[in-house]
């Protein structure tokens, strides 16, 4: 069936599967297209930005991802962890003369939040959106990561820094979609790797320089054979210790990349699905960035196992089933839909937020070890069940059912939530289009400040630049025991810098370009790669 986009008027398709979802969950087919969800799910999300925010409790100055101009409530995250507080302390009755979404937004100012998104955290210093973490410092989007900086949405990496989508990676600095590596060095959607550097789609290579496409190779250089004698001559030549000797080595690496065939999507040990980065899944369509999902669609940023029967759900899983429409659930969850930060053995819980351990839940935020509430306030299983009905029956009417909350609502503004990093728009579009945006106060630096490095963009890019940045002592020991030389960004610049050697999911309509098989692909027209079909990639690959 094709229907148009409620948001952007685009036409989209809901096939008959989609229809027999959406009647086993109970609700509405959607009425924006899968893109525009998806949108609007990560403009509630801010995936990695820290801000200054003051404790509600205590007025101490803490970390937070939430800016303080937005003014909702926050406790330090132990202390809104603990039973110190009560948070049905602030239940309300449901008034049925305003819109759930009305009531909704005002209850959000005034419910504590946690001051940032963490689970079992030991010794890390300003990390967030992390589960499971040892010894990290400013390491986001993270789970069983040790002793690393600076990674953005890692798994199970040791001793690494300035990585991006990096997965059981140790001793790797400056690499994006890389997995199971051993000092590996600003390498991109390499697997299986050792002391590899500038290396593009290699798997199970060591000791190789700016190679792209090569398996099992060893003593390469850009896709060239060497004696081990050959190699670290040549190596020690192009003097990658030192910046100019690195520069000048990306440089060529890029450009030599460009000239090699790229297979039409990242992935590895499937059955029926599509989208990107997906792996060890069954039956997954659209889907970017999972592992180990099945019957899912339109998911994203599901790595540890598992996610069953799931559709248009981003980011956690372990266990999840059931969840639609929803952000940032997991470990045992059930029957979760239109929820941001509901997580740990819940179910059949809807439009609530950081919410824990909680079943039968509808429009609460903070609750936990609950069932049967309500905005907060305690039900009986028949009271709550019969009020459930009702709120459904009015926020149908009114066009709010069976969609997740409105990017309005948002408490980020859109440009530091994730939305704009797939998404990017100006103040103008992002507010003509319904999204969150409000000025955040910016930390300032100077050059006199003892330890600051100037960055090089100056402030003169688009990319969060901060002017100017320290090298923490962990940061320098790694960068003197590699020999890489110090970096001359800041780490959001670098950060923007690694974001460009990932594909977004957006998926295009094209064509091998070696045998012109038609073929659904991230890679969007206009980019300079060279895209081949499975079949044509597979007879190129050395």
């Not at 096939?15 to 959406?22: Q, V």
């Not at 986001?140 to 990674?151: K, Q």
Request: glycine share 4%; net charge negative; hydrophobic share 30%.
């Amino acid at each position: 069936m094709q229907k148009s986009c409620k948001n952007c008027q685009q036409q989209f398709t809901i096939e008959p599967e989609d229809f027999t979802y959406y009647e086993r969950i109970k609700v509405p087919p959607p009425t924006w297209c899968p893109s525009c969800r998806f949108q609007r799910r990560m403009s509630w999300r801010n995936g990695w930005h820290l801000f200054k925010n003051n404790d509600t409790r205590d007025g101490k100055e803490l970390f937070s991802f939430f800016p303080r101009e937005n003014n909702i409530p926050v406790y330090e995250r132990d202390y809104w962890f603990s039973d110190a507080w009560d948070p049905m302390e602030y239940g309300r009755e449901y008034d049925f003369s305003r819109s759930f979404f009305e009531q909704f937004k005002e209850f959000m100012f005034t419910v504590p939040e946690p001051s940032h998104s963490s689970l079992n955290l030991v010794n890390c210093r300003y990390c967030m959106n992390a589960a499971d973490c040892k010894n990290c410092y400013l390491v986001r989007a993270a789970t069983f990561t040790e002793d690393s900086a600076y990674l953005v949405w890692d798994h199970g990496s040791k001793q690494s820094m300035d990585g991006h989508m990096t997965d059981h990676c140790d001793l790797c600095y400056g690499c994006v979609a890389t997995e199971h590596c051993y000092k590996a060095f600003f390498s991109v959607d390499c697997d299986d790797c050792t002391d590899v550097i500038l290396c593009n789609d290699c798997v199970g290579c060591n000791n190789c320089v700016g190679c792209f496409g090569l398996r099992s190779k060893s003593y390469c250089i850009f896709n060239e054979q060497y004696s081990k004698e050959e190699y670290f001559k040549k190596v020690k030549e192009m003097n990658l210790g030192e910046h100019e000797g690195l520069r000048k080595a990306q440089q060529q690496a890029y450009a030599f990349w460009l000239t090699k065939p790229h297979k039409f999507m990242h992935g590895l040990q499937n059955v029926n699905v599509s989208g990107d980065y997906v792996y060890e899944s069954k039956n997954a369509k659209q889907c970017y960035r999972v592992r180990g999902v099945e019957d899912c669609k339109y998911t994203q940023n599901i790595l540890e196992k598992s996610a069953k029967d799931c559709f248009d759900f981003s980011n956690f899983g372990e266990g999840a089933e059931l969840c639609y429409d929803t952000l940032i659930s997991g470990r045992g969850v059930s029957n979760i839909k239109f929820c941001c930060q509901v997580y740990l053995n819940c179910k059949n819980v809807e439009y609530s937020v950081y919410c824990r351990n909680v079943s039968d839940c509808f429009g609460c935020i903070s609750v936990r070890d609950k069932q049967y509430c309500i905005f907060n306030k305690q039900y009986d299983k028949s009271s709550f069940e019969k009020l459930r009905t009702q709120i459904i029956a009015q926020m149908t009417k009114a066009g709010e059912y069976g969609e997740f909350f409105p990017p309005s609502m948002s408490p980020f503004p859109y440009r530091v939530s994730e939305a704009y990093e797939f998404f990017p728009m100006n103040e103008s579009e992002a507010k003509q289009k319904g999204f969150n945006w409000y000025d955040i106060a910016r930390q300032q630096y100077t050059a006199d400040m003892p330890g600051v490095i100037a960055c090089d963009h100056a402030e003169k890019c688009d990319q969060e630049c901060t002017g100017f940045f320290r090298i923490i002592p962990e940061e320098l020991t790694f960068l003197q025991r590699m020999k890489i030389p110090l970096p001359r960004l800041c780490p959001n610049c670098r950060q923007y810098e690694r974001f460009q050697f990932r594909n977004l999911p957006h998926f295009y309509d094209r064509t091998c370009e070696k045998c012109s098989t038609a073929m659904q692909t991230s890679y969007a027209p206009d980019r300079p790669e060279i895209v081949y079909c499975e079949s044509c990639y597979q007879r190129e690959i050395l």
